[in-house]
């Protein structure tokens, strides 16, 4: 008797990319806002940026429902938090705390590719990139879901990182100036759009800085 | 895609009707009785009753033939014909495998006033039309209006859970309501849920609804992926429906326009789809509230040349 095989899969791709720069004083997190299935697009206006804490932004790619789970257990666990130590999350403290709600479901994984961008308790921008089950790294830039691998490269020769085996380790965080960072990332997903499908429609950007949240739009291709 | 004037499909049983007209005066108020008469056992008319039983018979005896050669949503390996409580206790299964009776597309849309949405009455067993009474959209509530596709077995579960959700929400009597966005985030999680279980409810849902001025229009998949839009469609609908969509709707459509709109979108899957029945209806949602109209037909046409004398250019075919 053959083994019966699955007929449907709990897990769909819906697509998307994102990226984090961090930069001395701020960090700029942005994602597309297209959501897809198969060849298909589902919306063209989906956001895929949260806001989990002040100073600590998420944006996440791949299985959206896995990603809405995945950002309202994060949220209720820092409501937890500010009513147990009356203060908000700091963003090494988050980046933790997804790493291990991911490792959590390690044999059920999340199917989400995340990166979280804030502002460390000095106020320097920081930048943290995940896999699927957990295993993260504090980083000066990251692109992460279906444009990464368009996007990655590109930024590796933008923002000249400096190699991780040189000691003393030197920090990756970008001498670019806030304003040359947002349009770095407007220019790299333009240049995503074109060639991967799961990317377009509108860009959605965040910038973090000591005075606050500012949200930028920019229209992308729609084909 | 030509609008028949003159010609009237002899196949439907149905009589077309203008569907403005139908759906300005003999509209149905979806009340909690006929919600749960309809609830039940889709009925059979007493006509069909005799084959009605050989098709049962012959289902349980072709029961792998059936999902061999129509089930197109599984890509599966079939297990052989017997029922599953013969393979022995590792392959019997209480969980969802496939779906059994299933309904085709929803296409809904924002207007002025609220969210139309349509759907027709078939219901297919596989490749057979088995269902063409089945009312596929009901009111959730004062503010929401739900349409679904799929499994219709897991349609039921999920009205008995709404209402359930709707009585302890009603027995709270503090003058508020839930809204279409909460019901629609009360059936994301369950979905989701199901799906964490790794025992899905097979449907594809349309959430519509207006409250406080606000309206709402939202979608569910089988597998918890959910998101909120001016026009939604499921299943064959996302494909052929969704791109008139695109390229017609615009803010504030009046209503005659909303529905020439939709039937447009359902003509073409008519056309197209073959699960399709020409027996539809459409609902309408407002702050006023909600009305489902009666199910008409739309008016189609197949009087292309190349349909007169197929075979003329096919010397020797038989």
């Known amino acids: 008797m053959t083994k019966q095989q699955a007929n449907w899969s709990p897990y769909d791709n819906n697509g998307g990319s994102c990226v984090a720069i961090a930069g001395a004083d701020y960090c700029v997190i942005a994602a597309d806002t297209r959501m897809s299935t198969g060849y298909s697009i589902l919306t063209r206006e989906y956001s895929k940026i949260c806001k989990l804490a002040d100073k600590s932004v998420m944006a996440s790619s791949g299985f959206q429902a896995d990603v809405k789970a995945l950002q309202k257990h994060l949220a209720a666990r820092h409501l937890i938090y500010q009513h147990q130590h009356n203060k908000q999350m700091s963003c090494p403290a988050m980046a933790q705390l997804l790493s291990n709600t991911l490792y959590y479901k390690r044999f059920f994984p999340y199917y989400a590719f995340n990166v979280l961008g804030g502002l460390d308790s000095e106020g320097k921008g920081c930048v943290y990139t995940y896999d699927a089950v957990g295993s993260y790294e504090r980083v000066g830039y990251s692109a992460q879901g279906s444009g990464s691998t368009l996007i990655m490269p590109f930024l590796d020769n933008q923002l000249k990182s400096p190699s991780p085996l040189l000691l003393p380790a030197q920090d990756a965080v970008t001498p670019l100036s806030e304003l040359e960072a947002v349009d770095l990332v407007k220019t790299v997903f333009a240049s995503a759009t074109e060639r991967d499908i799961y990317t377009g429609d509108k860009l959605e950007i965040v910038i973090l800085n000591a005075d606050g949240i500012r949200h930028e739009y920019m229209e992308l291709r729609k084909d | ?318």
């Open chain 2, 1 to 318: 895609m030509a609008d028949g004037a003159a010609h009237e499909s002899t196949e439907h049983k149905y009589r077309p009707i203008s569907p403005i007209f139908a759906s300005t005066c003999a509209c149905t108020l979806s009340s909690p009785t006929s919600r749960r008469r309809s609830r039940n056992k889709p009925s059979v008319s007493l006509k069909y009753s005799h084959i009605h039983s050989t098709l049962i018979f012959l289902c349980f005896n072709s029961f792998s033939l059936i999902h061999r050669t129509t089930m197109a949503t599984t890509m599966v390996k079939e297990v052989g014909s017997e029922p599953a409580q013969l393979l022995g206790p590792e392959s019997a299964s209480e969980r969802t495998l496939y779906p059994y009776v299933t309904g085709t597309s929803v296409v809904a849309l924002k207007y002025k006033d609220g969210i139309l949405m349509a759907a027709d009455m078939g219901a297919s067993y596989g490749s057979t039309l088995r269902y063409k009474s089945v009312e596929r959209m009901k009111s959730i509530g004062k503010h929401s209006l739900l349409g679904a596709s799929g499994e219709i077995s897991d349609f039921q579960e999920i009205l008995h859970y709404l209402d359930e959700l709707i009585l302890y929400d009603n027995m709270w009597d503090d003058g508020n309501s839930l809204g279409p966005k909460e019901v629609h985030s009360y059936l994301t999680r369950v979905m989701y849920n199901r799906r964490n279980k790794f025992n899905p409810l097979w449907n594809s849902l349309v959430l519509g609804g207006v409250k406080n001025g606000q309206k709402y229009l939202g979608m569910v998949s089988m597998i918890g992926v959910n998101f909120e839009d001016n026009h939604v469609a499921t299943g064959f609908g996302n494909h052929l429906a969704r791109p008139i969509l695109r390229d017609e709707w615009h803010e504030n459509l009046s209503f005659e326009d909303g529905v020439k709109l939709l039937e447009k979108c359902m003509r073409v899957l008519l056309y197209r789809d073959r699960s399709a029945v020409n027996k539809l209806q459409i609902a309408k949602i407002t702050e006023e509230g909600v009305t489902i109209s009666q199910p008409y037909a739309l008016k189609t046409f197949w009087g292309f040349s190349a349909f007169q004398n197929p075979t003329v250019g096919a010397e020797g075919s038989w």
